[in-house]
C-alpha cells in the first residue's frame, strides 16, 4: 500500500523525514508537493493529531423533552427540515445516524433498525411510504439547536408525502447516492424545494461503494465526484433558468427594437438577465459548505472545514485559503511552498485527492480489504480513538470499520452542524414565500383585502406574544394507533406509587399466609375477614370487566393527528380557532363578518368553521408527547380535528387570513380499482374506511361511479397495495374483495390512412371493398341523421324546430399537449368568462397569469397551422369535458359572434344574435359528449367539434321576439329569478325547465313562474318555445347536440388511447436481455439505452402502457435475480395504432391474417374489456363450430 498523508498515514507515529530526490531522478508519481510540505509534520507525536480532531468534536447530549420544549421558544435556533432523495439513496439510514446522536437508538442500530419506519410494510418493503417527524436537540458553537426533522419517502408513488413535508420546512437535505447519480425523483424533490422556495444542502452518500464495489483509485473517485456535483447543479440551473426567464417575461420592460435595428438583424437577447443576476449562492459547492461526502451505513462525513481545520496549522497555510483551493484543480507546489492551478494539466494530485480520499482509502484497505490487525491498531493510535474489544474482534469488518468512522468523522456532527450553519430559521422567511403562501397563482397579492395582506408582516415578524394573530398550516392527517396516543401508553411509577404496591403486595402475602393457617383448622377468626374481603371484592371485579371493555372499544377508535406547523402566534391546548378550507376566500367573507367577531360565534360563511384545540402532540417518530403550547416556527402535532379538517386546511384566529396555496403534487393518481365487501351486511364499515382512508392519504381518491361501485384511485401499484392493507386491517376492519385494477383509456379519432392494413395502397383494386364498406358505415346511422363524404352530420331536434351540423376534426398533438399542460389557466379563463356572464364582479387576475394566458393562446395560434385552422383561436366556444379538457367546440356559425373565450384578455362584449339563449344547451352537450366517447364510454381527448350549421325554425324566433323583455314589458320579474337561473345555467345537473306547468290560453302563455333570464339579458324561452311531449327545448338542444357530435366522432377513424409509464431501469450488462424480454412480453418499448459512466451500470429509458404494467416490478426483479428495479412514472397518454373495429375485408387481408384474424388485436381485446366491466353490449362468440365438440367418453 502506497504512503498516504495526514493522521492516517502515520501509523507508525514515528518522524517521516522529507525525503531527497537524486538530481537525475524523476519525481515519482502521488510523492505530491503536499506530503513533502507535510513530511515534517508527521513527526509530530500522535496525540498532538488527537488534539486537531477533538477540537471539532462537539457535545451532543441525549434528548430532554423538557428542553425540548424550552428550545420551542427560541425561533431563531429553530431549524425546520425535511430529508429528501431517490429511493433507496439512503434517507432513512442518514436519520438513523442523526437519531443516534441524541441517545435515542443506538449507534450500532443505526441504518438497521430504520427508526422512522415504523409501518410493518415499510419494515418488510425496506423502503419508506410515509413521512414522519422527530424533533433533536443539538449543541454547537456554544448555542443550543433544536432541529425539526421530517423523513420522507423516495418511492414515486409517494411523492405526495414529499409535497407536504417540504410545504412546513425552510430546508432540505437532498441525499445522492454517488453511483447511481442524479436519478428521476432526485430531480423531481430539488424541482419541489424550488417551487416551494426553501434552501437545498446536499449530502453525497455511499462513497463506500467507489472503494468496495467499484474499486475505483483515490483520483478515479475524484472525477467520479466532480460528476455527480455538475449533474445537481445542472439542475438546479435548469430551473433558475427558468424562473429568470420568467420574471423577466413579466417585467416586458424592453422597447420595441426600431426598424434599422431589425434591419440589421439586431433582436432582444434574454441571456442578458441570466448574466445579471447573481446565481452563486444557488449551487453546491464544497467550499461553501453546503455539501457533505460519507457513506451513512459506515457513519462517517465530512464537509471540507473539517479537514481544512486539521491542516491549515500543519501545512502553515491560512484556512481561508486553503477552504477555497481543498476542493479544485489545486495543488501545493514544494518549490514555491505555494498553492497552485492546473494540478491535472500538469500531473499532480489534487489537494482533495492527497489530504482528504487517500486517507479514506487507506482506512478501508486496512480494515475491510487487508483485514491487517497491527496497521489498524497504527491508525486508531494515531487518531486517539479508543475502540471497544468487541467491536475490533467482530468477524464482520465492517463493524469495526463504523467503530473507528463514527469517532473519527461523525456523520450525525457533519450533517446536523451543515443543517445549523446553512439552513434558514422560522425567521428568515423570504417576503416572496409569504406572498406566495398566502395567495394562488391566478391571484396576486395585492387584490387580496388590505386587512388580508396586513397578516404578511406577521409572517416575516413570526412573533410569538399574545398580540400574534395565531396561523397555522395543516399539510396533512394521518392515522396513529391507539397503543401510541400518550394518555395509553404504560408510564414509570412514582416512589409513592411503588411504596404503595408494596404495602399492598405485603398484605396480601399476609393474607395469603393467614388463609392457608385457617384451612389448617389453626385460626379459626380469620376466616370471616377473608369471607368478607372476598364479598367487597366482587363487584369491583365486574367493574373492571366494564372497564376492559371500554378500553377495547377505545382501542378499536381510528385517532387522527394533524401534521402542522405554526407560522405566526402560539397555539395552546383550549383555543378556538377558525378552520379555513382550502376553497375559502376572505374577500367575500369580510361583508359577511360582523363588527366584534371572535372564533366563540357562530359564522355562517361557506368553508368556514370553528374548533377548539383538544390535543397539542411532539411528534418524536413513532412516539407522541403531550404538550400545553406550541409557539413560532414549530412542527407538531394537533388531536381531535378530525370532524373538521379532510386532508388539510389552514387554522388562524382571524378569518380574514386566506387558505394556503395547495399542495403541488408530482404524482397523478392513475390506478384505480373498486372495491366490496365479501358479506355485503359490512358495507357501512367499508364506505366509513373508505372515508377514514381518504383522510389519512394526500394522494388517494374515493369515489362512487354510476354503477354504484366504490372506487379507490391511487398513484401506482405499490401504493395500492398499503391502500388495500390499510383499508382490512385499519380503517375498514373488515374482508374486502376488490376487482383488478381499473385501467382509464380516452378516445380520439385520427386523420384517414392513406394505406391499409398490409401496407397496400387504396388504389383501384380495393374500390368495390372500399364502396361496400361505405355502405356499411353509413347503414349504421339511424333514421334522421345524414353524414356526407366529409363527416359532416346533420341532425334535428326531435320537435323539428331546430337543425345542427356538426364536424369532428382531430387536434393537432403539440395543441392536445398544451390544453393538457395549462388546464390550470384555462380554470381560470373558465372561471373569468362565467363571472362575466352571470353579470357578477369578475375576480381580478395577477399580471402573472394574464401573460401566461397571453403566452398560451399565442402558442394556440401557432400550432394550428394551415387553412382549415384559420381563426380557429378566437372561435373556440369550449374546452371539454368539465370545461378543462383537452378537446375543444369551435364556433363555425358565420351569423352567431358568441362573447370570445378571451374575454380576460381583450376585455369586449359582443352581440349573441339570435341564438345566444341557447347557448349553454349546445355548450352542455359538448360536455356530455366529450366525458363518455361512443367507443366505450370514456373520455375523449383531442378531438376538435366545429358547429358548421345551427338553423332555428320560423316559430322559434317569433316565439323569441313576442316574449323578449322589451316587448312584454317584465323586466321586474325576470330580474329577481336571474340569480336562480344563473346559479344553474353551467350545471349539467340543473339542466331542468324551471317551468314546471305553462299552456296556452287566447294566444298568451300562462305559467306558474317567470321566465328567466339569458345570458345576455334576453329572456330564457327554451321552455316558452315548446313544451311538448319531448320535452323543453333546451334539453332536446343537449340531446341533439350530444347525439351530434358522437355520429361526427363516428364518422373518422375511431382510436383508442393507452395511458402510458415511463420507465427507467437501472441493471447490469448481464441482465439487459432478460429486462428486455420482460419489457417486449408486455407491450414495452425501449426509447434510449446509455451506460452510466464509470460503472457497470446500464440505464434503459423505456415507456410501457399502464394496462400491462401490474406486476412488471416484479417480475423485472425476478427474472434478474434483484439486479435491476423499475422506476414507474405516468407521463403522457399514446394512440394505439390499431382499429378496435377492424375485421379483414380485401383478398390481401384475408390472406394475410386468415379468416378469423387470429392475431391479437390489442386495442379491440381493451375495448371489450371496458364495456364488459360497465356493462355495455360486447359483441363476441362464446361458442364456435359446436357441432365438432366432442364427450370426454368418446375420445377414450
Known amino acids: 500500500m502506497g504512503r498516504v498523508s495526514c493522521p492516517t498515514r502515520n501509523c507508525d507515529g514515528g518522524a517521516a523525514p522529507a525525503r531527497q530526490r537524486s538530481p537525475g531522478k524523476p519525481r515519482r508519481p502521488g510523492n505530491g508537493a503536499a506530503s513533502a510540505a507535510t513530511s515534517e509534520v508527521r513527526g509530530d507525536r500522535p496525540r498532538r493529531e488527537v488534539g486537531s480532531v477533538a477540537r471539532i468534536k462537539i457535545n451532543m447530549g441525549h434528548t430532554n423533552l423538557a428542553n425540548i420544549i424550552d428550545l420551542q421558544k427560541n425561533t431563531a435556533n429553530i431549524r425546520n427540515i425535511c430529508i429528501v432523495a431517490h429511493v433507496d439513496h439512503g434517507k432513512t439510514t442518514l436519520a438513523d445516524s442523526l437519531i443516534a446522536s441524541n441517545g435515542i437508538i443506538s449507534n450500532r442500530l443505526a441504518g438497521k433498525l430504520r427508526y422512522m419506519d415504523s409501518r410493518e410494510d415499510e419494515q418488510i418493503r425496506g423502503i419508506t411510504m410515509k413521512s414522519s417527524s422527530i424533533s433533536l436537540h443539538f449543541n454547537t458553537d456554544d448555542q443550543e439547536y433544536l432541529i425539526n426533522m421530517i423523513d420522507s419517502p423516495g418511492h414515486v408513488d409517494f411523492s405526495s408525502e414529499v409535497s407536504t413535508a417540504v410545504r412546513v420546512c425552510d430546508g432540505a437535505v437532498v441525499v445522492v447516492d454517488v453511483v447511481e447519480g442524479v436519478c428521476p425523483q432526485t430531480q423531481a424533490v430539488l424541482r419541489q424545494a424550488w417551487l416551494e422556495n426553501i434552501r437545498p444542502v446536499l449530502v453525497i452518500n455511499k462513497i463506500d461503494r467507489l472503494i468496495i464495489e467499484l474499486k475505483l483509485t483515490p483520483f478515479e473517485a475524484y472525477i467520479h465526484l466532480q460528476k455527480i ?307 367487597i371484592q366482587v363487584p369491583s371485579q365486574a367493574e373492571q370487566t366494564d372497564l376492559n371493555v371500554y378500553h377495547q372499544e377505545s382501542e378499536q377508535r381510528d385517532h387522527f393527528i394533524a401534521f402542522a406547523r405554526v407560522y405566526s402566534g402560539t397555539i395552546r391546548r383550549g383555543q378556538k380557532l377558525f378552520v379555513l378550507s382550502p376553497k375559502y376566500d376572505p374577500s367575500e367573507a369580510l361583508t359577511k363578518l360582523p363588527e366584534n367577531y371572535s372564533p366563540h360565534d357562530d359564522l355562517l360563511i361557506p368553508h368556514l368553521s370553528c374548533c377548539t384545540v383538544e390535543k397539542l402532540y411532539l411528534l418524536m417518530g413513532k412516539e407522541l408527547e403531550d404538550v400545553q403550547e406550541v409557539p413560532v416556527g414549530n412542527v407538531f402535532g394537533i388531536g381531535g380535528l378530525e370532524d373538521h379538517v379532510l386532508k388539510s386546511a389552514t387554522l388562524s384566529t382571524s378569518p380574514l387570513c386566506p387558505p394556503f396555496t395547495p399542495l403541488n403534487f408530482e404524482a397523478t393518481p392513475i390506478v384505480r380499482i373498486a372495491v366490496e365487501p365479501k358479506h355485503p351486511s359490512e358495507m357501512p364499515q367499508l364506505v366509513r374506511g373508505m372515508k377514514l382512508l381518504n383522510q389519512a392519504d394526500p394522494c388517494v381518491e374515493v369515489l362512487v361511479q354510476e354503477t354504484g361501485e366504490h372506487v379507490l384511485i391511487t398513484a401506482g401499484e405499490v401504493h395500492l397495495q398499503r391502500c388495500l392493507d390499510d383499508l382490512r386491517e385499519r380503517f375498514a376492519k373488515i374482508e374486502i374483495s376488490s376487482s383488478a385494477p381499473i385501467v382509464p383509456f380516452r378516445e380520439t379519432i385520427i386523420r384517414r390512412p392513406k394505406v ?103 402558442k394556440l395560434e401557432a400550432n394550428f397551422v394551415g387553412r382549415k385552422w384559420r381563426n380557429a383561436v378566437n372561435q373556440i366556444s369550449s374546452f371539454g369535458p ?37 347557448d349553454n344547451s349546445i355548450v352542455s352537450g359538448f360536455q356530455l359528449a366529450t366525458l363518455s366517447g361512443p367507443i366505450c364510454e370514456e373520455p375523449l381527448m383531442g378531438v376538435c367539434f366545429i358547429l358548421e350549421k345551427w338553423d332555428m325554425s320560423n316559430k322559434v324566433q317569433l316565439v323569441l321576439q313576442k316574449h323578449s323583455p322589451s316587448s312584454t314589458g317584465e323586466e321586474t320579474l325576470t330580474t329577481e329569478v336571474h340569480q ?192 364488459k366491466r360497465k356493462g355495455l353490449h360486447v359483441e363476441e362468440k362464446i361458442v364456435q363450430h359446436a357441432e365438432k365438440q366432442r364427450t370426454l367418453s368418446k375420445n377414450k
Open 756 to 858: 391499409d392494413m398490409v401496407n397496400e395502397d387504396m388504389g383501384t383494386q380495393q374500390k368495390v371493398a372500399v364502396i361496400h364498406q361505405k355502405k356499411e358505415d353509413l347503414s349504421k346511422y339511424p333514421e334522421g341523421v345524414s353524414v356526407d363524404s366529409d363527416g359532416l352530420v346533420t341532425l334535428n331536434t326531435p320537435n323539428k324546430l331546430s337543425t345542427i351540423s356538426v364536424k369532428a376534426m382531430s387536434l393537432p398533438e403539440a395543441v392536445t399537449q398544451l390544453l393538457e399542460e395549462n388546464s390550470d389557466l384555462i380554470r381560470t379563463v373558465e372561471q373569468y368568462n362565467l363571472s362575466v356572464k352571470e353579470g357578477r364582479e369578475a375576480q381580478e387576475i395577477n399580471l402573472t397569469t394574464l401573460e401566461a394566458i397571453k403566452t398560451f393562446k399565442q
Open 882 to 918: 368539465r370545461r378543462i379538457g383537452p378537446n375543444i367546440l369551435l364556433n363555425g356559425l358565420k351569423n352567431y359572434d358568441r362573447p370570445s373565450m378571451w374575454q380576460c384578455l381583450d376585455k369586449s362584449t359582443r352581440d349573441s344574435g339570435v341564438h345566444r339563449d341557447f
Open 229 to 535: 456535483l455538475e449533474q445537481v447543479n445542472a439542475v438546479t440551473g435548469s430551473l433558475f433558468t427558468s424562473k429568470i426567464l420568467e420574471e423577466r417575461a413579466e417585467m416586458d420592460v424592453a422597447p420595441e427594437p426600431s426598424s434599422e435595428a431589425k434591419a440589421k438583424g439586431q433582436v432582444y437577447d434574454w441571456s442578458t438577465g441570466l448574466e445579471e443576476t447573481d446565481d452563486s449562492h444557488l449551487y453546491f459547492a464544497p467550499e461553501q459548505g453546503n455539501v457533505i461526502f460519507g457513506s451513512a451505513i459506515d457513519g462517517w462525513g465530512f464537509r471540507i472545514e473539517q479537514f481544512v481545520q486539521m491542516y491549515s496549522q500543519k501545512m502553515g497555510i491560512k484556512a481561508e485559503v486553503l477552504l477555497k483551493t481543498l476542493w479544485g484543480d489545486y495543488y501545493v507546489n514544494t518549490k514555491a511552498k505555494k498553492i497552485m492551478k492546473g494540478a491535472q494539466s500538469k500531473g499532480k494530485k489534487p489537494l482533495f485527492v492527497q489530504l482528504v480520499l487517500e486517507n479514506i482509502w487507506s482506512l478501508y484497505e486496512a480494515v475491510v480489504v487487508q483485514r491487517d490487525k497491527e496497521k489498524i491498531n497504527k491508525i486508531v493510535n494515531s487518531l486517539g480513538l479508543s475502540i471497544l474489544p468487541r467491536d475490533s474482534r467482530h468477524t464482520d469488518p465492517r463493524v469495526h470499520l463504523n467503530a473507528i468512522c463514527t469517532q473519527w468523522l461523525p456523520i450525525s456532527q457533519a450533517v446536523l452542524a451543515m443543517v445549523c450553519h446553512k439552513l434558514p430559521s422560522p425567521l428568515d422567511i423570504t417576503v416572496e414565500r409569504v406572498e406566495k403562501l398566502m395567495c394562488t397563482r391566478s391571484r396576486k397579492f395585492d387584490s387580496l383585502p388590505a386587512e388580508t395582506q396586513a397578516l404578511k408582516q406577521a409572517f416575516l415578524e413570526c412573533k410569538s406574544d399574545e398580540t400574534a394573530p395565531v396561523i397555522v398550516f395543516i399539510c396533512k392527517m394521518f392515522a396513529v394507533d391507539s397503543k401510541v396516543m400518550p394518555q395509553n401508553k404504560p408510564r414509570p411509577l412514582t416512589q409513592e406509587e411503588i411504596a404503595k404496591r408494596r404495602e399492598k403486595a405485603r398484605k396480601a402475602l399476609a393474607e395469603k399466609i393467614a388463609n392457608q393457617e385457617w384451612q389448617s383448622g389453626e385460626n379459626p377468626e380469620v376466616s370471616a375477614a377473608s369471607t368478607s374481603r372476598q364479598d
Open 980 to 1171: 336562480e337561473r344563473t346559479s344553474n345555467e353551467n350545471s349539467l345537473s340543473g339542466m331542468k325547465p324551471i317551468l314546471e306547468s305553462s299552456h296556452t290560453q287566447n294566444g298568451q302563455i300562462e305559467s306558474s313562474q317567470a321566465p328567466a333570464l339569458s345570458s345576455d339579458g334576453g329572456t330564457y324561452n327554451s321552455e316558452v318555445v315548446h313544451t311538448d311531449c319531448y320535452g323543453p327545448f333546451s334539453g332536446q338542444l343537449i340531446a341533439t347536440m350530444k347525439e351530434a357530435c358522437r355520429f361526427a366522432f363516428q364518422a373518422k377513424p375511431q382510436r383508442l388511447m393507452a395511458a402510458m409509464y415511463t420507465c427507467e431501469i437501472m441493471a447490469t450488462g448481464e441482465v439487459l436481455g432478460r429486462v428486455y424480454a420482460v419489457l417486449s412480453k408486455r407491450a414495452g418499448r425501449v426509447l434510449q439505452e446509455e451506460m452510466k459512466e464509470g460503472t457497470e451500470m446500464f440505464i434503459i429509458k423505456a415507456v410501457l402502457p399502464v394496462a400491462e404494467s401490474f406486476g412488471f416490478p416484479d417480475e423485472i426483479r425476478k427474472r434478474t435475480s434483484g439486479q435491476a428495479s423499475p422506476q414507474l412514472v405516468f407521463t403522457h397518454w399514446e394512440v394505439i395504432p390499431s382499429d378496435p373495429y377492424w375485421v379483414p375485408t380485401t383478398e390481401e387481408e384475408y390472406l394475410h391474417f386468415g379468416e378469423k384474424a387470429d392475431t391479437v388485436n390489442q386495442a379491440h381485446k381493451y375495448m371489450n374489456t371496458v364495456r
